[in-house]
């Protein structure tokens, strides 16, 4: 009895409560917490930042005259010849790019974006990630205003080099993202939390696709410049609130309710122990779960991204709808997502709450139905034909079940490690964007010689996103964990501190469970 009384007390030793023990009666009763409100506007957030990497997919469609790039080049060759749809190329753009020009142009948002990942991990580590997050993104929105600028006067250039600015300014959001629900979301709220957060990227997708469709036809200035002035106002507007209504931590916001406060802190557990300890490099190197974590992302980031930036010049080019139609139709996949993302999500929590699944299991099901899913529809898609609702369908099935990977791998840092969780995914995010920005550009290479059927290309872009979807969830599946690591364990951090000040010549000081549990025990 007394063995297990001490074993108690160490449990809930200096206000902590370890993950796997939390007792859900200690959730404050509350209609509107603090950290929904801190949830809802890393929501908005992740919205704004996909509104402006998605805004030029549409745009750019608008921006090209596609009679001059057919009269330059020679005809397309159409399997489906005998269709009787419209062509509408009386909304024919200003520019004359080609198909491969278009795509370093939709890459070169994501080669800013890319280095700055792991910078910001570090920075938003050591000085705080509430700054960070909201200059960047105000960063990014300013720029939108000088994007229609850059393309009439600076041309090809001038264009990426703005697009490249704003990936710059982007580059915080998703290390930034995480470090903040790593210190705001406790471990039983993650799955919903988290997923809720990152759906902001389909609600950001489902909102700028056919809103710029609508703006590329009606809107002023010649259309499609109004995409980004629109945009760009929406953006500034979320920043300012941001940084005047959010703050880093709980500990830092001097109106949340002390019982929120606590149950958060007491929930995180380690989160005061050591406020920033250095980060274990050569630990996490030496991680299979960390990279277990990196394939699926850099899988995921590929796949996505060619449907992302390709899915609108497809639906024109092979579909044949048309501009106003396109940002609409073009929505419908990531509609789906952001809805089955939100359901998944519930689920998951429930998996685990329940116990009838490990974090493990849980991660590793949730995430399958994340990658296998859309790698089969792509397949599949490639072999619908001419069929243009079924391959819509079949496409808005595929990325709808994309969603799972919210409450898979995505959220999947922030078990392994709640203290090193942006650091972390600055690593995986930056290096899934390397593989994501060849996506563009691969996509644009393969559809531009237009003496081959248009069709048996596009089937080839498919079936590399498929490939690579399946090849990185499967990885997951064999090397993912969704247990805490060894090397974030802030018993460890108390332990080497003691023993950096000579506290190794006495066991009972060392602040590790077995010498406590000794202690007490002897008492």
């Known amino acids: 009895m007394g063995f297990r009384r001490s074993t108690l007390n160490h449990r809930h030793r200096d206000g902590h409560v370890l993950v796997w023990e939390q007792a859900p009666d200690q959730t404050p009763k509350r209609c509107f917490a603090t950290r929904y409100f801190v949830t809802f506007m890393l929501f908005l957030g992740m919205a704004n930042a996909y509104v402006m990497r998605t805004n030029m997919s549409v745009a750019i469609v608008a921006m090209v005259n596609h009679t001059a790039i057919k009269v330059n080049d020679e005809e397309t060759v159409d399997e489906c010849g005998d269709r009787d749809l419209p062509i509408d190329d009386s909304q024919d753009g200003e520019f004359v790019w ?17 280095i700055t990942q792991i910078p910001f991990g570090i920075l938003a580590k050591k000085y705080g990630s509430l700054r960070f997050l909201g200059y960047g993104m105000l960063v990014n929105s ?13 041309g090809v250039w001038g264009l990426c080099a703005v697009r490249f600015i704003q990936g710059l300014g982007e580059g915080p959001i998703v290390p930034c993202t995480h470090a903040m629900l790593a210190k705001w979301i406790p471990p039983n709220e993650r799955s919903r939390m988290g997923a809720a957060v990152y759906a902001g990227a389909q609600f950001g997708t489902i909102i700028s696709m056919p809103l710029s469709g609508l703006l590329a036809e ?12 629109v945009f760009g106002v929406v953006g500034t507007v979320w920043s300012i609130a941001f940084l005047i209504f959010v703050y880093e931590d709980p500990s830092a916001h001097p109106n949340i309710d ?24 050569k630990a996490i190197l030496k991680s299979m779960p960390f990279y277990a974590i990196l394939f ?20 024109k080019q092979v579909l044949r709808f048309s501009l106003k139609s396109n940002g609409l139709l073009s929505s419908l996949p990531y509609l789906a997502m952001w809805l089955f993302s939100m359901f998944i999500s519930v689920i998951a929590d429930w998996m685990i709450s329940s116990k009838r699944f490990s974090h493990t299991a849980t991660r590793k099901l949730i995430n399958s139905i994340g990658q296998y899913g859309p790698g089969i529809a792509l397949i599949a898609a490639s072999y619908t ?15 709808g079940l994309n969603g799972g990977i919210y409450s898979g791998f995505k959220i999947n840092h922030l078990d392994l490690t709640p203290r090193f969780a942006g650091f972390l995914m600055a690593i995986t995010n930056c290096s899934a964007n390397l593989a994501g920005l060849l996506a563009p550009i691969a996509a644009g290479n393969l559809i531009s010689d237009h003496t081959k059927p248009i069709m048996g290309q596009w089937q080839i872009v498919f079936f590399i996103a498929a490939f690579v979807y399946i090849i990185c969830g499967t990885f997951y599946n064999i090397f993912g964990s969704g247990e805490r690591q060894f090397w974030d364990n802030p018993e460890g951090d108390e332990q080497k501190a003691a023993l950096s000040n000579g506290a190794n010549s006495s066991p009972a000081r060392l602040s590790t469970p077995q010498a406590i549990t000794a202690t007490e025990s002897r008492q």
């Open 142 to 154: 300013v720029f939108a205003f000088v994007v229609p600028v850059a393309a009439r006067q600076g």
């Open 385 to 399: 034909g001419c069929d243009r609702a079924l391959t819509l369908a079949i496409l808005t099935i595929g990325v």
């Open 98 to 114: 080609s198909s491969s020009l278009q795509g370093y142009i939709l890459s070169s948002f994501f080669y800013g974006y890319v």
């Open 258 to 281: 002390e019982r929120e406060k606590k149950y958060i802190n007491d929930s995180l557990w380690g989160t005061d122990v050591v406020k920033s300890p250095p980060i274990p490099f």
């Open 218 to 229: 009606y809107g002023f200035d010649g259309g499609w410049p109004s995409i980004f002035y």
């Open 296 to 315: 699926a992302h850099m899988g995921h980031n590929y796949g996505y991204e060619t449907l992302m930036t390709e899915l609108p010049t497809y639906m």
